[in-house]
């Protein structure tokens, strides 16, 4: 396990405070903000931060702001309290369907959720104190990197509450551990602890609860001294192959973006604003 001493300098681990905008229409969700980094926590510890539609819809919203917010570089998705990360799809509400929201439609949206999470062109990290369970644990799957508690805990249930991930939450996990591994994750529905976690490579580092937030503060902080540009292109590629044309189209996008901000970009659109013919002779054919 790590401690907070081996990870970093005093000046990466200095602490940092949080502000949480005014007026967020949030009741299931906490959005905290500082110093470039997006805090989004997940905020029904009584049923160790299951997630409702309602809930799955306002950590959209908060993903989005943090996407469209410029000042924000990296994103922490956790849940409130040391005991949970987040226990899945809340077993009270599931219908026949999916699980139903206040009107009575049922959903399965946190897919929805995972998409964006991994489209989203800047680093999401969970920070996992407690049980990252089922949905759960597909959600701290989905994020680029995960940073355990020493007592977090890990595992699908699917097969023992009638119901299974077959998409990513299969595929990624498999990616993520090996076959054999991720098979047997899904086929016994056991738990493992935090360093089982860090050894099949589920986790990036464990470390003591007390300075959990403190060291996942520090890896944003060291992410944010890093292009931007450089992490967006490395997410959309680690997602490329995975996600099929997707992916690619993804990756291509990020492509597309760089290129209109090249001067032989700009000759494109100025020829035609311009109504002439585009000379692109000036432009080097690189090797
Ligand atoms: C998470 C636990 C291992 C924690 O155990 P512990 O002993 O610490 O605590 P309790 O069991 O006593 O729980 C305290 C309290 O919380 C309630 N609770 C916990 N989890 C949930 C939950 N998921 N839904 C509703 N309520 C929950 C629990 O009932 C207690 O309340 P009391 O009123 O009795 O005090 C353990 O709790 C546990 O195993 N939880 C269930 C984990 C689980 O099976 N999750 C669902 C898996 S399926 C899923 O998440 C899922 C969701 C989707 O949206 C999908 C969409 C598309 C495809 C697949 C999906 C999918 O699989």
């Excluded at 405070?17 to 905020?43: M, R």
């Excluded at 016994?188 to 089982?196: F, M, N, S």
């Excluded at 931007?228 to 099929?244: C, E, H, I, Q, Y």
Aim: with cysteine; charged share 25%; proline share 5%.
């Amino acid at each position: 396990m790590q401690s907070l001493d081996q990870e970093s300098s005093p000046a990466a681990t200095r602490a940092i405070a949080w502000e949480t905008p005014a007026d967020l229409p949030y009741e299931d969700v906490l959005y905290q903000q500082a110093e470039g980094i997006a805090k989004i926590t997940i905020n029904r510890p009584e049923v160790r931060n299951a997630f409702r539609p309602e809930t799955v819809r306002e950590l959209i919203d908060a993903f989005h702001r943090a996407h469209m917010d410029a000042q924000i570089g990296v994103i922490i998705l956790t849940g409130a309290g040391d005991l949970a990360f987040c226990s899945g799809g809340d077993q009270r509400i599931r219908g026949d369907e999916g699980y139903r929201d206040g009107a009575g439609i049922q959903h399965l949206n946190v897919l929805e959720l995972q998409r964006q999470i991994r489209t989203l062109p800047k680093p999401v990290v969970a920070m996992v104190a407690g049980y990252a369970i089922g949905g759960g644990h597909v959600l701290h799957l989905i994020c680029d990197l995960s940073i355990a508690a020493d007592n977090a805990r890990f595992g699908q249930t699917g097969p023992r509450v009638g119901s299974f991930d077959a998409g990513f939450g299969a595929g990624l996990l498999a990616r993520t551990v090996g076959l054999k591994k991720a098979k047997e994750i899904w086929l016994l529905c056991r738990q493992y602890d935090a360093e089982e976690a860090l050894a099949m490579g589920l986790v990036n580092t464990v470390v003591p609860l007390c300075d959990l937030e403190a060291v996942t503060v520090a890896w944003c902080r060291e992410m944010l001294k890093l292009s931007p540009t450089a992490l967006r292109v490395l997410k959309s590629a680690f997602n490329a192959d995975t996600d099929g044309l997707a992916g690619i189209q993804e990756l291509a996008g990020n492509t597309t973006a760089l290129f209109y901000m090249t001067a032989e970009g700009r000759e494109g659109r100025d020829a035609f604003l311009e109504k002439r013919a585009p000379d692109f002779q000036k432009f080097p054919r690189r090797p």
